[in-house]
């Protein structure tokens, strides 16, 4: 049993990334082909955006998106503390100073109360500017945008939207990466919608910001590539990914995001009982990045993690860390005790098998040995 079942989907969708690859050879345009820019279209018209601006990976998506708002030393950037470090290092790398916020002990999101009271604590301070805030889509499923908006709206802070995982969730049905006043996603091969390579994007209905992100993308170029406005970077999508995304991305949209939600549905119905299930709000829909349980404390969730690989089933802890703790921020000034969930989470998280081409049977079998595995356990 794979964890993410990559080769499963080429099978399926051979013919039409083979023809799309060779169509990109046949005509040369290696960068910012044909297929870039059918893409960006493509993708702003499913998230229901004005604008889509493709690079290099999600981390510079992130990046661009900080660039375009000026974001510098001196200024905070609220983050949740268990994420990927990304949503953490691209404010570091830009001078920033990360604020670390907690999670919802049940939907692993930035936790709306503890951001508020950090915002205040931040302003009363008065050592850096509040900017910005980095909701992440964490595990597939939206941040709560509606309470985020109305905290950026009362202390006038930007909303970065990291949907790296958050592809193809939603809220009332409008769709995630077009929440933030900008938002980004990855296109990393394990990710809900994934290339063979590295790949991003960034999402946004300003015109405005719509015309840094062009310019920063292309080493800062001002009316064409050697007139150079601002510092950018080098960060295009290349045209074979775009080619390879776009069945992909049509598969997603017509069966894989059900499928996605089909078999989480099953995992529900069988690990409900037994283990703490993933919460989605009722009036958000996940894209299924990840489906995490969680366990009853570390030594359960490393011994059950031990126990499926001897039975030939993949898991992983996403994350075992939480980012105040990582040695990268030892000398962070971690503004509060109160990071205690997302410690938790790191304890006792553990995701299982998630693709959309995994069958009934396989997570049947997942199941029955998780169960199996708990209640020997219950008995010694
Ligand atoms: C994967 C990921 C990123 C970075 O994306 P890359 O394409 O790997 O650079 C950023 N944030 C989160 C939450 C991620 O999961």
Redesign the pocket.
Known sequence: MEFIDLKKQYEILKQEIDANIQAVLDDGHYIMGAAVSELEKELADYIGVKHCITCA????A?SLALMAWDIKSGDAVFVPSF??Y??AEVVSLIGATPIFIDSDPRTFNIDVIHLRSMIENVIKEGKLTPRAIIP?D?FGQPAEYEEIMKIAKDYNLLVLE?G??GFGGSINGKKACGFGDISTT???PA?PLGCYG???AVFTDSDVYYEKLVSLRVHGKGSYKYDNVRVGLNSRLDTLQAAILLPKLHAFNDYELNSRNEIADIYNHELNDIVITPLVKENMQSSWAQYTILLNDEQERNELQQYLKSKGIPSMIYYPKPLHMQSVYKDHIVYSEDLKNAENLSRKCLSLPMHPYLEREQIITVCNEIKLYLQKEMKL
Request: hydrophobic share 40%; aromatic share 14%; charged share 20%.
């Open positions: 990976n999600g981390t510079d992130l994420t990927f990304a949503t992440v964490l990291d790296a995982q990855s296109f990393f990710k590295d790949g991003g």
